[in-house]
């Protein structure tokens, strides 16, 4: 026997055998590629996919719970949100708000709207109040800096600068 340690056959390499933080596969996979598991189930149904649809429905009236579940999950598509006929009064300022949020209101008391839609239309008034708010804030801001300019340009003039500051001969 030699030295006690017979050197491995190369093979898979243990632990991590990329570098950390780089993958084997730097581009990945491409878009659209399926699994080749995916793509043989679809050729297998391809053929008969309308017939197991069929058989499905079949045992649904006859009252299989099963077939029941599937039918409705998998057949059926799920519900999705429906449009609401509701009149939002226009808003225009901050004034506007209160009857916008108590038409809101007022048609989800009578029914007209589910108290999921209410939610979903007061957020957007909520959204109508935040840019107001923005929009007013910005409009103040733009005044009193005006304000601020134009009293900083007097006292400059008095003692003989410029607007910017600097003072000028003339």
Do not use: W
């Amino acid at each position: 026997m030699t030295g006690g340690f017979a050197p491995r056959p190369p093979g898979r390499v243990r632990g991590r055998p990329f570098e950390k933080g780089r993958s084997g596969n730097p581009a990945g996979r491409r878009i659209g590629c399926r699994n080749k598991t995916t793509i043989a189930a679809a050729a297998l149904l391809a053929g008969g996919a309308e017939a197991l649809t069929r058989k499905a429905v079949e045992l649904t009236l006859v009252g299989d719970p099963t077939a029941m579940r599937l039918c409705l999950e998998r057949i059926l598509p799920p519900c999705r949100e429906r449009t609401v006929k509701f009149v939002l009064p226009p808003i225009e300022s901050a004034a506007d708000i209160a009857a916008a949020i108590k038409a809101v209101t007022s048609a989800l008391a009578a029914g007209e709207i589910t108290p999921g839609g209410a939610a979903t239309i007061a957020a957007v008034v909520d959204t109508f109040v935040r840019a107001i708010e923005t929009n007013d804030f910005e409009r103040r801001l733009q005044l009193v800096e005006a304000d601020h300019f134009n009293q900083l340009g007097e006292a400059a003039d008095m003692y003989g600068a410029g607007p910017n500051g600097y003072h000028h001969n003339l």
